[in-house]
């Protein structure tokens, strides 16, 4: 079955971007689902980040838009998410998952903290 | 602040039978369907109930979910200490072109 694995540095400096990936196995990111990010900062609820289709095409949380990027790279089966301009705020565990419709997300990665600070 | 409402604990004895209530409007749960997900200590999300009331394969039929107008509850009945975890509901929102989550209710199995 598909499975979703999270992998990027735990931690960034103010002002700085916030890079991750995930890698998709057991299926192919080019089927037909969107791959998503959400994020939870420490002790907090769950916050969509935004999606992506194979295609390249993406959607982002308004609010956080004008910080966010999510990429695809289909040779290797992996999709990314760059956030800039980080500061504590950003602070929390960050999941990639499959939307397999609007907001039903299955499976989910482990999770990677993620921590601004300097 | 969640556009979803939850409440923010919820608890039970063992064998007992919890709802757990999620508000929303009509531009979430009013016009999408709920999701309900179960996250367990340290681990990431596991989707509980999707589709307003459908289980996943290998979740148990203890867990249901129910959805009316603009608000959906999940009910688990034979409580265990296992069910201990927090809880988040989750629907479409037209308004934020997004999914939007419930703050998310931890339940406390006594």
């Known amino acids: 079955q598909v499975q979703l694995q999270e992998s990027g540095p735990g931690l960034v400096k103010p002002s700085g971007t916030l890079s991750l990936t995930c890698a998709v196995s057991?299926?192919?990111?080019?089927?037909?689902?969107?791959w998503s990010w959400v994020r939870q900062p420490p002790g907090k609820g769950l916050e969509w980040i935004g999606e992506?289709?194979?295609?390249?095409?993406?959607n982002y949380n308004p609010s956080l838009k004008s910080r966010v990027t999510i990429s695809v790279d289909k040779s290797k089966n992996q999709f990314s998410l760059k956030l800039s301009s980080v500061t504590a705020a950003d602070t929390a565990v960050y999941y990639c998952?499959?939307?397999?419709?609007?907001?039903?997300?299955?499976?989910w990665g482990q999770g990677t903290l993620v921590t601004v600070s300097s | 602040q969640s556009v979803l409402t939850q409440p923010p604990s919820a608890s039970g004895t063992p064998g007992q039978r919890v709802t757990i209530s999620c508000s929303g409007s009509?531009?979430?749960?009013?016009?999408?369907?709920v999701n309900w997900y179960q996250q367990l200590p340290g681990t990431a999300p596991k989707l509980l109930i999707y589709?307003?009331?459908q289980r996943p394969s290998g979740v148990p039929d203890r867990f249901s979910g129910s959805k009316s107008g603009t608000s959906a509850s999940l009910a688990i009945s034979g409580l265990q200490s296992e069910d201990e975890a927090d809880y988040y509901c989750?629907?479409?929102?037209?308004?934020?072109?997004?999914?939007?989550f419930g703050g998310g209710t931890k339940l406390t199995v006594l």
């Open positions: 992506i289709y194979h295609s390249g095409s993406t």
């Open positions: 057991g299926g192919s990111i080019s089927s037909s689902n969107w």
């Open positions: 009509s531009s979430n749960i009013g016009s999408f369907t």
């Open positions: 589709s307003n009331n």
């Open positions: 989750a629907a479409w929102d037209d308004s934020l072109n997004g999914p939007v």
């Open positions: 998952a499959r939307a397999v419709t609007s907001s039903r997300f299955d499976p």
